[in-house]
């Protein structure tokens, strides 16, 4: 056994685009910070190569976690340091102009979603993390044959903008980028705030926030072994404040061990999509290029079209068909193309611990609505269209029910014939937001404007939990502006207090006669 203690300015729970992101920022203002985080910190060299190798030591219990209900949906979450960053495709996209006026206007978070503000935060972490778009040599075919897919039909697409300046094409992302050109938090921000002072401990799982006369004062919970078994207690104080940054899902599970309520798990939202694989005669290479590098934004439909490239014993598990028929496809999986539909959703669902699981397990409910199932066929026959666009010679839109190798574009009007259940559509959802969202007001929101949680001192939010909607777009720069601006202003109302408090200890010891104040040392 070996129980953990430590006490910092601030305590930062979560290691991800939040977590790391506030401690880049609380750190170089010269406060004390300790980052707390459940997964291991792995050795980007010493990842496996092989996708369920690299989920078995970076994604929560595998990427087996899903919804409850009728028809589970998976949700795919980390647990290593530099969350979510350190298994995704480094996908950057600024916060939507009309999505930050709402949240301006609607939800009360004026001074944090600042235009220029956010603006000048963007532009500080673009340029610290190395984001430009990805080059048309970085393509590969995957996704070059989508860019020409979606041209043929008039659809308006673009190149990727990753934190991945340096890239090399080896299509790992997933894994863990070899050559560390991705600019995750893993090997950005964490190491950086490292530098500048914070300290680290991995393998160290938060159960609950302590509070001490309505003051959160710190975080408790277990030190984990690299099986995941308890070696020890975790016991961390905070001087000034406790963030959590651990995600959509356990975040408000965090809080809810903590006694916390009202609208804390009460609205989380996601981005569940699905894949079209098509078959063509060219070799598309998909072992070549950026994992994701084109995409075709549809706000107004209220969807997104990616490019997403998978290692091979992953992609043959999308194949149709048994027997020779399937040898025969698996003999020309180099031939094959995947291409994915992330759809924003209307549904509204809720988080809660798991009472009777282990330590931080979490139960969620969500379920699409109608409207989000019509919005979800749209897209996988968008997809369709493109492939037989693109030249495909056979296309498998993947839904139980419907014809599963389609051969002329004239058959893609099967996928829209009639509506589909969820349960017969190989969906997941990767995005997770909104469950404990900013707000001015206390009743529809879990944290205020600053991020603060209502009602208690000394307790921040800083990750996807506290984004108030639904984006539309990958949330990881998202993520990072508005935490951004706000560990800045905490930063500087912490040290302006600091400055009060020293400027009243002088003026107080000014005001004692010289002779008292000499008698008194």
Known sequence: MSDLEDEADFVIVGTGAGGATAARVLS?????????????????????RDLLGAM????????????EGASPLPLLQARCVGGATAINSGIIW?????VRREWSERRGLGELVDERGLSEAFDA???ELEITDTAPSLWGGNATLMARGAEALGLVGKAIARNASRCKGSAQCLQGCPGEARQSMDVSY???AIRQGARLHARARVDRVRFDGGRA???EGAVLDAERRVVGALRVRARRAVIVA???????VILWRSGLRGPVGETFMAHPGCAVVGRFDEPVGMGFGATQAYEVPL??????????????????ARLPGAGPAWQERLAHLDHVAQWAVQVRMEAVGRVRPAWFGRGGEASVRYAPTRADMMRVREGVATLCRMMFAAGAREVYPGIAGVRSVLRDPSEVALVEAREHPQSHYSMMASHLFASCPAGADPATSAVGPDLAVHGVNGLYVMDSSALPTNLGVNPQHSIMGVTWRAAERLAQRTESAATRCVGAVRETAASVPLSSRTGAA
Not at 28 to 45: C, F, I, K, N
Not at 56 to 67: I, K, L, P
Not at 94 to 98: G, K, M, S, V
Request: cysteine-free; aromatic content about 2%.
């Open 94 to 98: 600024r916060l939507p102009d009309e």
């Open 217 to 219: 004062t710190g975080v």
């Open 246 to 252: 651990a995600s959509a899902v356990q975040s408000p």
């Open 56 to 67: 078995a030591q970076a994604f929560r219990d595998m990427g087996t976690n899903a919804t």
């Open 299 to 316: 706000r107004e439909r209220r969807m997104k079209l990616e490019s997403i490239s998978l290692p091979p014993e992953m992609i043959a």
């Open 125 to 127: 972490i673009e340029g």
């Open 190 to 192: 964490v190491p950086r």
């Open 28 to 48: 170089a203002a010269g406060h004390s910070v300790v980052m707390l985080e459940e997964g291991a910190r792995l050795v980007t060299a010493d990842r496996p």
